[in-house]
């Protein structure tokens, strides 16, 4: 666990600035020996339970991450291996940033629906940590380690996801990027020396418009279903800022209340805020049979979505 008081011997910060600012606490580390994919194994394993399922009963494992174990193969690959799911269960990452959990949670829900599987892990996985410059205070408080599953299947009964939609704005790639390391600019002992393997954040920027796009994703999802905002139960948002949380919450006219957080004590996650939100609401009773759980996501790309889901 690292806190606010941690930083603040790190980097010229202080604890009031980043709970006014952001609400964030505190947020966990990985331990050293630990993965992107151990994590996301450790997260599925608990919602195969959760479920009474076994893993040899998964047709799709899809991982949501931007901090991958390595750049190949597939984080998913490894969570294949490490829960022990059959070999022939295609295993593959999304690279939609904090948006990849209900990106994977999308295309789960298309195979599912055009018949293709019926049964699919959907893993947010983050390792952040990893990539953050702890010398850049603009970034490196914001951000903390972490994972969570859900476990998608056919069998509905008039319950599951109502709907999904994503979005991307491409014109907006430069302002959140970890730009290092990829092929345009391959590791070499500059970049590591520039520190263009750690993440870089426009951040007043990246508030404006999460604001404004999960504010409207919420709608679209409302309005898709014929729902109105006093029918939703619980939001699972991606849990960046409170205040942009709060902006959010005023925009769409759902309270606060309704909203699932652990920003203060986890940080941002980015995918695996929305999961792990989700397992702590529904393991505290939040979440009862045929309630309406909005969840909403925003992140680099700008990628951002949200979904609708009959509990
Ligand atoms: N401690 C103390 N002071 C700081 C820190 C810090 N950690 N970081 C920045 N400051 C200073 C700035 O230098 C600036 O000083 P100045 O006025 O002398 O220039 C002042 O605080 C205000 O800086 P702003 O950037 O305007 O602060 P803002 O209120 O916008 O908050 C923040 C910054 C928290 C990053 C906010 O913009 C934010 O949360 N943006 C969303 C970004 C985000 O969460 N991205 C994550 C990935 S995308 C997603 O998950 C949605």
């Known amino acids: 666990m690292l806190t606010n008081h941690d930083l603040e011997k790190m980097v010229d910060t202080n604890d009031t600035w980043i709970r006014e600012r952001t609400g964030i606490r ?13 994590m ?32 190949l193969p597939a984080t998913a690959a490894f969570v294949q291996r490490q829960i022990g799911a059959s070999g022939n269960c295609p295993s593959f990452d999304i ?45 490196c408080v914001l951000f ?32 959140l990027q970890i730009p290092g390391g990829g092929s345009k ?29 999960l504010s409207e994703a ?10 109105k905002p006093e029918d939703v139960q619980l939001v699972a948002a991606h849990q960046a800022n409170m205040r942009i949380l709060s902006a959010v919450s005023k925009r769409v006219s759902i309270p606060i209340e309704r909203f699932a957080l652990n920003l203060e004590s986890y940080g941002n996650t980015s995918s695996a805020s929305i999961p792990i939100s989700l397992d702590e609401a529904v393991r505290a009773g939040r979440v009862n ?18 979904a609708l889901i009959r509990w």
């Open 26 to 38: 505190e947020r966990r580390i990985a331990l050293p020996g630990v993965y992107t994919s151990t």
């Open 185 to 213: 600019e391959p590791a070499s002992a500059e970049t590591v020396a520039q520190k263009r393997h750690c993440i870089q954040m426009e951040g007043r920027e990246v508030f404006k418009v999460a604001v404004r796009y």
């Open 95 to 139: 690279s939609a940033a904090c948006a990849g959990f209900i990106y994977g949670l999308s295309i789960a829900d298309a195979f599912i629906r055009t018949g293709k599987i019926r049964t699919a892990a959907v893993i947010g996985t983050e390792m952040l940590t990893r990539f953050m410059d702890f010398e850049d205070r603009n970034t």
């Open 218 to 227: 919420a709608e679209t999802a409302l309005s898709t279903n014929g729902k």
């Open 289 to 306: 049979d045929n309630d309406l759980v909005l969840m909403i996501a925003l992140g680099g790309g700008i990628s951002w979505g949200s």
């Open 40 to 71: 996301a194994s450790a997260a599925l394993k608990e919602a195969l339970d959760a479920a009474g399922m076994q893993p040899g009963a998964l047709d799709m494992i899809i991982c949501g991450t931007v901090t991958p174990d390595m750049p």
């Open 144 to 175: 903390g380690d972490g994972a969570g599953a859900v476990v998608v299947t056919a069998d509905h009964d008039g319950r599951g996801i109502l709907s999904t939609h994503l979005f991307t704005d491409g014109s907006l790639t430069d302002i």
